[in-house]
């Protein structure tokens, strides 16, 4: 794994939890059912670095995260990483908004998250201010199903 795509993956797996309750197809999705889905890299921005992209990094990254509570990690269409995860909300302090929480078991970081529409807005919480934007990705057979199949 080259020093970027560790780098990139650290900053993913940095934390996440995964809860989901009953579904009813006539409810709106909570928070977490919106979480599950591919979501396509746009882009990494933190303090001390340029923003990173696909264009400048030249790599596509896909998070999958499934309703079983399983994170994978596919750089340029290759798998390089999994998680089991899980979703919490955290409260700030008084008259502050609930956050939810990603925290990934295995890994010391978690990451704040939010969805809106198609965009997922990951955030570091370990400290280190890294934001990380994606975007939901288009429906496909997944990578793993294309591997078993030899395609």
Same mark, same amino acid.
């Given at each position: 794994m080259?020093?970027?795509?560790r780098?990139?993956?650290?900053?993913l797996?940095?934390?996440?939890?995964?809860?989901?309750?009953?579904?009813?197809?006539d =409810?709106?999705?909570?928070v977490?059912?919106?979480l599950?889905?591919?979501?396509?890299?746009?882009?990494t921005?933190? &303090?001390s670095?340029?923003?990173l992209t696909p264009t400048?990094?030249g790599?596509?990254?896909?998070?999958?995260?499934d309703r079983?509570?399983?994170a994978?990690f596919?750089?340029d269409?290759?798998?390089? =990483?999994a998680?089991a995860?899980?979703?919490?909300?955290?409260t =700030?302090?008084?008259?502050?908004?609930?956050?939810?929480?990603i925290i990934?078991?295995?890994?010391q970081?978690?990451?704040?998250?939010?969805? =809106?529409?198609?965009?997922?807005?990951?955030?570091?919480?370990s400290?280190?201010?890294? &934001?990380?934007?994606y975007?939901?990705?288009?429906?496909?057979?997944?990578v793993?199903?294309s591997?078993q199949?030899g395609?």
């Amino acid at each position: 794994m080259t020093s970027f795509t560790r780098g990139v993956f650290v900053m993913l797996l940095a934390g996440s939890s995964f809860l989901l309750g009953a579904c009813n197809r006539d =409810s709106v999705p909570t928070v977490e059912e919106k979480l599950v889905g591919r979501w396509e890299w746009q882009q990494t921005a933190n &303090d001390s670095q340029h923003s990173l992209t696909p264009t400048n990094t030249g790599h596509r990254v896909i998070v999958e995260f499934d309703r079983r509570g399983r994170a994978r990690f596919y750089q340029d269409g290759q798998l390089v =990483s999994a998680a089991a995860f899980s979703v919490r909300r955290v409260t =700030s302090g008084f008259g502050k908004p609930a956050r939810h929480v990603i925290i990934y078991r295995g890994y010391q970081n978690n990451q704040f998250y939010s969805v =809106s529409g198609n965009r997922l807005h990951l955030q570091d919480a370990s400290g280190k201010t890294s &934001d990380h934007m994606y975007i939901r990705a288009t429906p496909e057979v997944s990578v793993q199903a294309s591997e078993q199949k030899g395609l």
